[in-house]
């Protein structure tokens, strides 16, 4: 007896030209209640939304779509698609200037190039680092985006441009702040990982030595979701305020009565 391939849900479409998508709805949180289906979702851009994929977007009542790429992504990619009613927020999580030429030469590069600045663990010890700084330099950002959660932007979609990222930080950080289990924002950030959901590598070299066997091995720490990354945020968090609590009222401004009318907006109880 063959085992058939699971079908991705309903309510978690494969979009044609929107990668990484879904609702974040239902993950538990530390005091046994659970996140509201429908309120946070997440994705990879918006700029190559077919019209199927922009007439699925536009049931689902979004309020607010938080766009965290930087000026060089959407010149790269384009901007969003256009939803009626729906606000679009830029909030870029990194400098343009910051990984330009890196990010070229993983365009670009030939092998001897990205063996000297992605061999022996160094494209994943960049990686933890750009995590490690989006979290400690990124903080006026990201309590922006909370503050704007409280208030009234929801039901809301984050993105970056594969979703993995500065989106997975941006949604950790919300989850974070409304009480989600640890073991659960993992597991929702691993899931970019999926085949359907993973971003693709794009090379200006498309012949088959383009991406040889040995270069989609020195590429993968970066188009990966690996738990080190987002536990080197996690102990950034833990290294810099003491814990998650500081961190929030600290370091993002967030008062008590802000996060509880957060969890009002994302948090219901279980079933």
């Known amino acids: 007896m063959t085992q ?5 849900p309903s309510t978690e479409p494969e979009l044609s030209g929107v990668r990484n998508f879904r609702d974040v709805g239902g993950l538990p949180t530390v005091d046994g ?16 939304a077919t019209e199927q994929d922009a007439a699925f977007l536009a049931t689902l009542g979004l309020h607010t779509i938080f766009d965290f790429r930087n000026a060089a992504d959407q010149k790269l990619e384009g901007p ?3 939803l009626p009613g729906v606000r679009n927020v830029n909030i870029p999580l990194t400098d343009p200037a910051d990984g330009a ?8 590069g030939d092998i001897n190039q990205l063996r000297s600045v992605l061999s022996d663990g160094r494209g994943a010890d960049r990686m933890a680092h750009s995590y490690r700084t989006i979290i400690r330099e990124r903080t006026a950002e990201h309590s922006r985006v909370l503050h704007a959660l409280a208030e009234d932007s929801v039901p809301a979609l984050m993105h970056c441009a594969a979703g993995k990222d500065r989106a997975g930080l941006s949604i950790a950080v919300s989850l974070l702040a409304v009480g989600v289990e ?3 924002i993992e597991a929702d950030y691993l899931k970019s990982n999926d085949p359907h959901r993973r971003y693709k590598m794009h ?9 040889s066997a040995e270069i989609v091995e020195l590429l993968n720490p970066l188009f990966d979701a690996r738990a080190t ?3 080197a945020a996690f102990d950034t968090i833990e290294e810099t305020w003491g814990s998650t609590d500081r961190y ?3 370091g993002l401004g967030l008062t008590q009565e802000t996060r509880e009318r957060l969890r009002d907006r994302l948090v219901e109880d279980a079933a």
């Open 4 to 8: 058939q391939t699971p079908q991705v």
């Open 33 to 48: 209640r659970r996140l509201r289906h429908g309120r946070l979702f997440r994705s990879g851009h918006l700029a190559h």
């Open 80 to 82: 969003d698609v256009d």
């Open 101 to 108: 030429e890196f990010w070229k030469m993983v365009r670009d």
């Open 182 to 184: 640890r073991d659960a």
């Open 203 to 211: 090379r200006s070299d498309t012949s088959p030595a383009g991406l």
């Open 229 to 231: 990354y987002l536990h």
């Open 248 to 250: 929030l009222a600290e």
